[in-house]
């Protein structure tokens, strides 16, 4: 891989990375909005009878409007967590919220100047040539100001902006009369100008944004054709391994580009993933609201709840007799993860660096499971995971219609096509899955690196670093000391480390101290270390403090 694709590999991650921070929080503002609306409809009522006390209503209209309020400010949340995120200073956050306040503030007058709401939707219409109300729905509030509603673009607009901001003003100096304002305070400041140019930036061009992106959702809502969802299906699992695939399938979830839904409370909702719930929420208090959203999500649950399952019974059934114990367990533990959290990295990379081909078949299954999902017309949802616990929350208890029902069989069915799948490619090709190799792959318990650091402490072949009873020291000097690490993050299942020299990284140390494997592109590093990667990062960065 040449230098400029391994810094683009590099950037795209330090980019998908920043996402999760908000994307990590709608599981959460899910539940507390599903929980909610279940608790308020009528027709549970007549199954829970106390749950119509007015104690029990005022808790499900609390969780509810709870849920609402970050999930109606999701613009703001992309503003501050990528520019925080990005930067990992909290000044960084803090200008991201003055510029989005400042550029959006800068809107609302332009709007109130040049006629209001009416007279700018009739104008742009007769300008771009499109009909009155499609620019009517480009209106709306952020925080109580009148102003476009960019959604997550502006969002992030504003956070990437101001974590460049950051980086390029924090350490500006200035003339002693001024220097109270040098340094880090300059970031706020700047950023608020750079917002004033982005919202007279955005008053003229998001229109015709807004209108590109409006035909573009309403033709993908409205024609979810199977070979396309089945594709996007199959990418968004293609990606995985390099931790990008929140950057490509965020556009659909959370973006006009996945279709606009209007609530009984008057808010206009974009994205697949959110119309979903919202239109869910609504029946919920009115049964003759239909059910929106959902088809680039219906076809997840299939392969991560059922498909996986299988292809680990596969693993178990063909792994070495005096080994399948061993095995087992890893593979039960890992299965067992996606399917009621819909986290499937565990799982996925037990297999993924040591037999591809398995994770080549397993990216085609996915894509058929979505491509048979949206040929049947399904729709589900879920609220940041694919498991069972957001499938029975977003889907059973619902109940709006019989999708989560179809989603059952289809599953029963994949599970036997992975099963038999991943048991023929296994034995066909003899691959190395858990148990089939002396050198299995495996996840090391806590116990286990105990034990191998006290054997190189007894042999004194440990370094200061590695005598320490700290994880996370190991971990620093497996990839070459605190001053090779120039920034380190953590999603779900991933360390993700930029580095000055990748020469001075111990690759084989870092699989004996947990991770499951690490890539290496360029000065971007991710360690797999499974869901306490985020643990760990928070220990590696308080010893580096």
Not at 368 to 379: H, P, S, T, V, W
């Amino acid at each position: 891989m040449n230098l400029q694709a391994a810094k683009s590999f590099e950037f795209f991650q330090r980019v998908g990375r920043a996402m999760m921070t908000v994307v990590l929080i709608l599981p959460l503002v899910s539940i507390l909005m599903g929980i909610g609306g279940i608790i308020l409809n009528p027709n549970v009522h007549a199954f829970i009878p106390f749950l119509d006390a007015p104690s029990w209503l005022s808790v499900g209209l609390f969780l509810q409007k709870a849920g609402q309020a970050l999930f109606n400010n999701l613009p703001l949340l992309f503003a501050v967590g990528i520019a925080s995120t990005w930067t990992g200073k909290p000044i960084a956050g803090f200008s991201s919220l003055i510029a989005f306040l400042v550029m959006h503030t800068v809107i609302g007058v332009l709007i109130q100047t040049n006629g209001g709401t009416a007279a700018l939707a009739e104008a742009w219409a007769t300008d771009i040539g499109q009909p009155v109300d499609a620019l009517q729905r480009m209106f709306g509030q952020e925080l109580g100001i009148q102003t476009l509603q960019t959604g997550v673009f502006g969002g992030m607009l504003i956070g990437f902006t101001s974590a460049w901001v950051y980086n390029r003003f924090h350490q500006v100096k200035l003339p002693d009369a001024i220097a109270l304002f040098a340094g880090e305070r300059s970031v706020p400041i700047m950023a608020s100008f750079f917002a004033i140019f982005l919202g007279l930036l955005l008053f003229w061009f998001w229109p015709y944004a807004h209108i590109a992106i409006l035909s573009i959702g309403d033709l993908i809502a409205s024609n979810t054709n199977a070979l396309v969802v089945g594709m996007y299906g199959a990418v968004e699992k293609m990606l995985i391994p390099f931790g990008l695939h929140h950057i490509y399938n965020a556009p659909i979830l959370f973006s006009p580009l996945g279709g606009e839904y209007l609530t009984i409370d008057g808010q206009t909702i974009v994205g697949d993933q959110n119309i979903y719930i919202a239109s869910v929420v609504d029946r919920l208090q009115n049964s003759d609201i239909s059910v929106v959203g959902g088809h680039f999500i219906a076809g997840k649950f299939i392969p991560v709840m059922f498909g996986l399952p299988g292809a680990a019974l596969a693993m178990y059934h063909t792994a070495k007799t005096a080994k399948r114990k061993i095995a087992g367990s890893l593979l039960l533990a890992a299965a067992f993860t996606a399917f009621l959290t819909g986290i499937t990295e565990p799982l996925e990379f037990t297999f993924l660096f040591v037999a591809p081909l398995l994770y080549v078949a397993h990216t085609l299954l996915t894509g058929i499971a979505f491509g048979i999902a949206a040929m049947l017309d399904l729709q589900a949802g879920f609220g940041g995971g694919s498991g069972v616990i957001d499938y029975i929350l977003f889907n059973v208890l619902p109940h709006h219609n019989n999708a989560w029902i179809t989603i059952a069989i289809l599953g029963v069915i994949f599970f036997a096509v992975y099963y038999v799948t991943f048991r023929f490619l296994i034995l066909k090709f003899n691959l190395p899955t858990p148990g089939r190799t002396e050198d299995q792959v495996k996840l090391y318990s806590s116990q286990e690196y105990r034990a191998k650091q006290k054997e190189q402490q007894q042999t004194g072949q440990t370094s200061s670093l590695q005598n320490s009873d700290s994880q996370a020291a190991q971990v620093i000097a497996a990839f070459g000391g605190q001053e090779n690490l120039a920034h380190v993050d953590a999603c779900l299942t991933r360390l993700r480390v930029s580095v000055n020299n990748h020469d001075l990284i111990d690759k084989p140390r870092l699989i004996e101290l947990g991770a499951k494997d690490v890539l290496v592109i360029g000065k971007g590093i991710q360690a797999i270390f499974g869901t306490n990667s985020s643990i760990l990062k928070e220990e590696i960065l308080e010893l580096m403090a």
